[in-house]
């Protein structure tokens, strides 16, 4: 591992925003007066710890005796066969929590502690950053409370019991469409009165600077494992890197390891929260971003079947590395992530989150229309497991279970 | 009509009364403005209802959804201004969150709310980090820019928002979001406090200003206050009561007179 650890800091070379946060036109921290000091003193707080070489090990070393880290690639043989392609999984789903979720809030957690807070609030939209967030507030003695929509509430009940018994309240967000974005404007509003003794650790790169580039940074530890891997595995870069896309912490992360390879990069949206392709630059949650909106500016509500991914913006990194071309962003509907999500269950015995389905949705469209020309190498994120999903997906199933009880 | 009759108010030691109501809250709204006017409002702040207000607490929330609900917008919301205009006699000002102005076209609805008559905007997601774009398009349409002051506002960065709020400053009373409070914090005094020492423009607290009593404790301090929820909770109490514009007229002179 301290191998891989000195690699991983050595061939790193992050793009970092500007002086005002931004990564081009996107980005920024469009806050209210209240809430900029909190802000800064965040920045300045994650700028002298992640140079900490101290501060960086034990991250690190938490990541890899308490996360589980490094997490494997799998090759895909089956299912490379039958799409003609060659498939690889970077296995998120395998760490602590299941999800990519716990990279970024040990790292959030760690910093919380070094700035003396003592309280831990999150939004959660499927409850994996919950989760995972009440994990690192338990192993940390953090008191923690996690908002979550309440439509949200009842499509992941599982996860809301499993913050409780992690010790963390859950508070039921009832405003707006009762979904994540609302459950990131109660949490900031919380954190406006409680910035004192309070870390708000958001859960995907997005929100105000520091934290779109912040949490880039806590889950960049992906893509560079994942280069490193694939690199000794294969000999070479993967053709394309595939990553889902709600915030898009996993994409930004995988793709940080990539950003400067030949790979092409490709995030994949829910087709009901694609911000990216059918969204258009406004300001909401702190940020510039490519948000649903109607044309007055008022934000839309995203529909999809993963919780995970209804969201109606994205990270700002990802507006940007759109707007040059660097990465490009299609949207996978419900019906083809369904058919994924049973694919890669029946043919690899891999039971994804329906978020990470996404990913794979598009790469089997793709390859099948021969966008993804044969024989090339293809990197998916998976970026957590479907343990959560599997009741929601048996309610869809029973729909259209055959006389002998078979979907 | 910007806003410098605040200014010449605060020179002649005369305190400042900014009622807050949301536009399209109900129907008779504009009929609200005037009333508050009647009462006795030095200005009145109008409210353009966002999706998602960061900053905002359960009533104004609420007030927000009834008006998008019933279908209000940018451009009703100026039609109704407009109608105001040569009626309400005293300066308009607008709030509103940034991705309404944004979504607009900065340029075109600075134009727009000049041309109805508006004085000047409040916009409490725009940092002066992010300032110049709005700033420009304001001051080439002769609006006034009115910036925030946090009670965690250090005191350079005051200073620096003090230098470029046009109008008056706006005292955040508390770090918190919109919505009525007991008693006026501590936070208040300090924040006013911080501002006097570093300007002569008229220094406002608003947000958390909930009572008579609490508003005449302020202007000890200040030069005026912002009173929103607690009018917003009036209005939205008394919906569908014809006597609406009197209550919100003598809520407001009851404020006017504490503070006198
Ligand atoms: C497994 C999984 N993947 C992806 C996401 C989407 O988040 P992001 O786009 O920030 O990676 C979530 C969010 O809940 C998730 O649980």
Redesign the pocket.
């Given at each position: 591992m301290s191998e891989d650890l000195s690699k991983y800091l050595e061939s790193y070379t992050p793009l970092l925003p500007d002086d005002k946060g931004k990564f081009g036109q996107f980005g920024g921290r469009f806050v209210p007066e209240s809430l900029v000091n909190a802000c800064e003193q965040l920045q300045i707080a994650f700028d002298k710890f992640w140079s900490d070489p101290e501060f960086r090990n034990e991250y690190l070393n938490l990541l890899h005796s308490y996360g589980g880290r490094p997490t494997p690639i799998t090759f895909c043989g089956n299912l490379s066969e039958l799409l003609g392609i060659k498939l690889y999984l970077k296995r998120e789903d395998l760490t602590h929590t299941g999800?990519?979720?716990i990279n970024n809030v040990v790292g959030q957690a760690l910093l919380a502690k070094r700035m003396g807070k003592t309280h831990l609030i999150a939004e959660t939209?499927?409850g994996?950053?919950g989760v995972a967030t009440a994990t690192a507030a338990a192993l940390f003695g953090l008191k923690c409370k996690v908002y979550m929509g309440q439509v949200d509430a009842k499509r992941q009940e599982l996860n809301v019991f499993r913050m409780k018994l992690l010790g963390s309240e859950v508070q039921e967000v009832i405003s707006g469409s009762m979904t994540l974005k609302d459950a990131v404007n109660e949490a900031m509003r919380e954190w406006v009165s409680r910035v004192d003794t309070t870390h708000y650790c958001l859960?995907?790169?997005m929100g105000p600077h520091p934290f779109p580039y912040m949490v880039r940074e806590f889950q960049s530890i992906l893509g560079n494992e994942a280069k490193i891997q694939f690199k000794e595995l294969t000999g070479d870069d993967p053709d394309y890197v595939v990553a889902?896309?709600?915030?898009?912490?996993?994409?930004a992360g995988t793709f940080a390891g990539f950003i400067n390879t030949d790979s092409k990069l490709v995030g994949v949206e829910a087709a009901g929260g694609a911000a990216l392709s059918y969204g258009r630059t406004g300001v909401v949650h702190g940020m510039t971003s490519k948000l649903l909106q109607d044309e007055t500016g008022q934000i839309n509500e995203a529909h999809s079947i993963s919780?995970?991914?209804d969201y109606p913006g994205v990270g700002p990194e990802h507006a940007y590395l759109q707007d040059i071309d660097r990465a490009s962003y299609v949207a996978a509907n419900d019906e083809e992530v369904l058919e994924a999500f049973l694919m890669l269950s029946r043919m690899e015995g891999i039971i994804p989150?329906l978020?990470?389905a996404h990913g794979l949705a598009w790469i089997i469209r793709a390859a099948k229309a021969g966008e993804i020309p044969k024989d090339k190498t293809v990197l998916l994120t998976l970026?957590?497991r479907g343990d959560k999903d599997v009741q929601q997906v048996l309610s869809i199933l029973q729909l259209r279970k055959d006389e002998k009880g078979n979907f | 009509m910007r806003l410098s009759e605040l200014t010449a108010k605060k020179t002649s030691n005369q305190k400042i009364l900014v009622p807050y109501i949301t536009a399209g809250i109900t129907d008779n709204w504009g009929d609200l403005v005037l009333a508050a006017a009647d009462g006795g409002a030095d200005a009145v702040e109008i409210g353009l209802p966002f999706s998602d207000p960061m900053i905002d607490g359960n009533i104004i929330q609420l007030a927000y959804k009834k008006s998008l609900d019933a279908g209000y917008n940018t451009q009703l919301i100026l039609d109704g201004i407009n109608s105001l205009k040569d009626r309400v006699g005293i300066p308009l000002i607008v709030m509103t969150y940034y991705n309404l102005l944004f979504a607009r076209g900065l340029a075109k609805v600075a134009f727009d709310l000049s041309t109805v008559g508006v004085a000047g905007t409040i916009v409490p997601d725009l940092t002066i980090e992010e300032l110049d774009p709005w700033s420009k398009e304001s001051q080439a349409n002769n609006l006034d820019n009115v910036l925030l002051v946090a009670p965690s506002t250090p005191r350079a960065r005051t200073a620096q928002i003090a230098n470029l709020s046009t109008g008056f400053i706006y005292a955040l009373g508390v770090m918190g979001t919109t919505g009525i409070r007991d008693s006026l914090s501590q936070d208040a005094i300090a924040n006013v406090t911080k501002i006097k020492e570093l300007t002569d423009k008229p220094v406002l607290i608003g947000v958390g200003v909930s009572t008579p009593q609490q508003a005449q404790q302020a202007v000890q301090y200040c030069d005026g206050v912002i009173v929103g929820s607690a009018l917003v909770k009036l209005i939205l109490d008394k919906l569908d009561k014809p006597e609406l514009p009197k209550f919100v007229q003598s809520f407001v002179t009851d404020f006017k007179t504490a503070i006198a």
């Open positions: 999800s990519h979720k939209g499927a994996q950053h859960g995907s790169v889902c896309v709600g915030g898009g912490s996993n994409a919780a995970g991914l989150a978020e990470s970026s957590g | -």
